[in-house]
Structures are given as structure tokens and as C-alpha cells.
């Protein structure tokens, strides 16, 4: 992969804050599931946070490009701390950029620059998790303000958010008809959070269910026409697809990495397991399947950024679906070389195979990809 002298100076800054202020915390939160506050501040002085707002509002003007290296960097040495690099993209600057009006960027992009803004995405609920279109959370329009009830689950940093973007029915149509987008304080009356998730991975990425009673929000916090929800979901989510692919192929090279380095120190019958040929060729395929994976990931980025949203959807899901399954793969395999110490907590790899499955699942399960794939190719 080629990169630029800014991409590069990018990738290494990026890479070198993650070993020394990361790193150190990964057994916190792995243990704890909650994310150090200091990170926040640390994330946001480097223009983490905030990659994607533009120059003309205070930001650091990244692109696709930017954030997929810097969620790599992250989640190399942790997935749960890479959800936070840009962690505002799919619940606020995206939004705008592509549906927000002058006024609501001018509002809310300035404040995203600062770099210390958390946004959660309220988009799943107990009955509605591929199927967005299912959804039952309402906003009722009440004079100049919009009134809204519901419940949603899985809500990445539903506790620590200033602003929830919010998904809800503004109508009766049935399908994707009639949802819209909001843009919630959560200091409003009505909003609350429920106790976090127990997870099976990702722990120092908290998950939160939200509720959400009679909560009354200004007209103007809508982000996009009314009734348009659905397509700007599917639009977002196009477009951040590939990031969360990003740092899924991180964690991949980061347990290649411990592979080799463990299989270089531990020795099985009097030689270093990296001698024998069944392991060096787990490490070949590990490394092969990483390489395609960067490939496809920084093709797909290259394109957007050029401009190019012809193919789009289709490149957005085969990004996520392979990367996300490469990373998998890789872990799987990942425990297998260290053996019974791949199943121990004495080594990464087993946090790593439980962090590796859950992309597998968010912003739309490998399944709904290949259909997604599947039908932009057949013409369905």
C-alpha cells in the first residue's frame, strides 16, 4: 500500500501512541469494561476524536483513508480503545456533512472539533437489529418540537454521550417509511440508561440499553428531511463500514504478531515450535489472508476518497464482511499456535478471538452482507 508522506507520519504517530498510552491500560479494561477518561482527553488532543470534521470548522479535515489507519494503529493493540478514534463520525459529522443543514453544522461541528465530544448511535432495539425497517421507537410532532418514546439497545457509550443520534418512527407507514433521524441531549428529561451489558468481548467499549419517555426534542434537531432516516442510516453506515473493517484488521495483525513472537520462544521436542512446518504454515496463511484483507480495505478507501460513490454499497459490505471474517479466522487460528496458552488470559490472543467475533455482527451481520453483496451484483 502506498501512502503519502502525511499518511505515513499519520500511521506511526498514531502507532506509537497506542503501545505507550494504551497498551498499559488494556488489562484495565479488559477487566473492568469501562474506558479510562483519560483516553478521551489523549484521543482528542491528537485529533482522534474529531477526524472527519473539516477545516472550515476547527477539525483536523481527514478522510476515509486517515481514519482507517489510525482505527489499524489502535486496534492492533486494542479493538474496544479503537471504537473511540472517530467515535463521533456515524453519530454526528457524517450525519451533517451529508444531510445536516448550514445551521446545524455550524452548531455542532465546531463542538465535535474540540475533540472531547462522545456521541452514541441509537439504532437497534429489542425487536428491530438487522432489520432497521422494524424499529417502533416514535417521534410524535408536538407544535415546534418533536416528542419521543422507545427503547434501543446496544448503544456504544450510552452512558458517557453528550448527544444520541436517535432513530424513530415519525409516522405509521409500515417498512422504512416514515423514520427519521434526531440529534438528542442526553441531559433531557426522559432520557435514561440502563445497566451496562454484560459482554462476551470488547470490554472497555461500554454498551448501554436507552430509554427514552416522552423525551422532547427541538424541531431543529432533526438531522435530514423527515421520513429520510432509513436511506441516511444506509448511507452513513456505508461509509463507515470500512473504519470498523479497519480495526478489525488490526486486531488481525496484532495477533499474527504474537503468533510469530510466540511461536519463535516456545519450544515443543527439543526445537522452537516455529520450525515445524505445521505452524509455519498457519503463520503463511495468517499473513496471506491479512495482506487481502489491507488490500481490499485501502482500495475501497482509495475510491471514496477520490470521489467515486458508484459502487459504494458493494465495496462498503465486501470490505466489512472479509475483513471482519479475516479477523476471525486469524485469531481462531491465533490460539491454536499458542496452544492451551492461547486459552489462558496469561496471553492476548484470547481476548482477541472474543473482540474478533463481534464485528463479525455490528453494522449488519456477515449474512446481511452477502446478501447486500449478492444483490447489488444480480441486479435484485
Excluded at 500511521?11 to 501512541?17: F, H, I
Excluded at 526445537?271 to 495468517?286: E, P
Aim: with cysteine; net charge negative.
Amino acid at each position: 500500500m502506498q501512502l503519502t508522506e502525511e499518511q505515513t507520519l499519520l500511521r506511526d504517530t498514531v502507532t506509537r501512541l497506542a503501545e505507550e498510552k494504551v497498551r498499559p491500560l488494556v488489562r484495565h479494561m479488559e477487566e473492568n469494561d469501562n474506558f479510562p477518561d483519560e483516553l478521551v482527553e489523549v484521543f482528542g488532543d491528537m485529533g482522534l476524536l474529531q477526524m472527519w470534521v473539516p477545516e472550515q470548522y476547527g477539525g483536523p479535515g481527514g478522510d476515509l483513508t486517515s481514519v482507517c489507519l489510525a482505527k489499524e494503529a489502535i486496534g492492533k493493540v486494542s479493538l474496544a480503545a479503537s471504537t473511540l478514534c472517530s467515535n463521533n463520525s456515524i453519530g454526528l459529522i457524517l450525519p451533517l456533512l451529508h444531510f445536516g443543514s448550514d445551521a446545524q453544522k455550524q452548531r455542532w461541528l465546531p463542538l465535535a472539533a474540540k475533540g472531547r465530544t462522545i456521541v452514541g448511535v441509537a439504532m437497534s432495539e429489542p425487536e428491530a437489529g438487522s432489520d432497521v425497517s422494524s424499529l417502533r421507537t416514535t417521534a410524535r410532532r408536538d407544535g415546534d418540537s418533536y416528542v419521543i418514546n422507545g427503547r434501543k439497545n446496544w448503544v456504544t457509550w450510552g452512558a458517557q454521550a453528550q448527544w444520541i443520534l436517535v432513530f424513530a418512527k415519525t409516522t405509521e407507514a409500515g417498512g422504512h417509511n416514515g423514520i427519521s433521524a434526531f440529534l438528542v441531549d442526553t441531559t433531557k428529561p426522559g432520557f435514561s440508561v440502563g445497566p451496562k451489558e454484560e459482554k462476551m468481548g470488547r470490554h472497555g467499549s461500554p454498551t448501554y440499553p436507552l430509554y427514552l419517555d416522552n423525551v422532547r426534542v427541538e424541531a431543529d434537531c432533526m438531522i435530514g428531511a423527515e421520513g429520510q432516516g432509513f436511506k441516511q442510516c444506509m448511507r452513513i453506515l456505508d461509509m463507515n463500514r470500512p473504519t470498523l473493517a479497519a480495526s478489525s484488521l488490526g486486531l488481525a495483525q496484532g495477533a499474527l504478531d504474537e503468533s510469530i513472537r510466540y511461536a519463535q520462544e516456545r519450544r515443543q521436542f527439543g526445537k522452537r515450535i516455529a520450525d515445524f512446518q505445521a505452524i509455519q504454515f498457519k503463520i503463511a496463511d495468517m499473513a496471506m489472508k491479512i495482506e487481502a484483507a489491507r488490500a481490499l480495505l485501502y482500495n475501497t478507501a482509495r475510491e471514496i476518497d477520490a470521489g467515486d460513490l458508484s459502487r459504494l454499497t458493494l465495496l462498503s459490505s465486501m470490505t466489512k464482511c472479509f475483513v471482519t471474517d479475516v479477523a476471525m479466522e486469524v485469531t481462531l487460528e491465533a490460539v491454536q499456535v499458542h496452544g492451551a496458552y492461547g486459552y489462558s488470559k496469561e496471553y492476548p490472543v484470547e481476548r482477541m478471538m472474543r473482540d474478533a467475533k463481534l464485528n463479525q455482527i455490528l453494522e449488519g451481520t456477515n449474512e446481511i452482507h452477502r446478501l447486500i453483496i449478492s444483490r447489488q451484483l444480480l441486479g435484485r
